[in-house]
């Protein structure tokens, strides 16, 4: 029979120097959730590939209606992924200023 013993905290190897707060962590949970959808997972890239793309030119790459594109771009907005500008009828994404280097990251892993 193996016996298993609770490991104290100090002994456990640790992938960060802390633990996350309540905040950081429903920021990363939304991030997560936003990034669990393949169509956003495509459209963050084509974004980020393009360094800023009209709405108007996301359909025709994920096969997808302008009111979808809405959905999903509004998502990643929420999980501060993109940011955009209207300009006329059309809105222009960009990667988040403050989320490039994450989304580098993620993008390329």
């Known amino acids: 029979m193996v016996r298993s013993r609770l490991i104290p905290v100090t002994e456990v190897s640790t992938v960060g120097h802390s633990v996350m707060s309540e905040a950081d962590a429903q920021q990363r949970a939304l991030v997560f959730s936003a990034l669990g959808d393949p169509v956003r997972l495509r459209l963050l890239s084509l974004i980020a590939s393009a360094g800023e793309i009209c709405s108007c030119d996301l359909q025709r790459p994920v096969s997808k209606s302008q009111p979808t594109i809405s959905h999903h771009t509004r998502v990643l907005v929420e999980a501060?992924?993109?940011?955009?500008?209207?300009?006329?009828?059309?809105?222009?994404?960009?990667?988040?200023?403050?989320q490039i280097n994450n989304v580098q990251r993620i993008l390329l892993s």
């Open 80 to 98: 501060g992924l993109i940011v955009g500008e209207r300009r006329g009828r059309w809105m222009w994404w960009r990667v988040a200023p403050s």
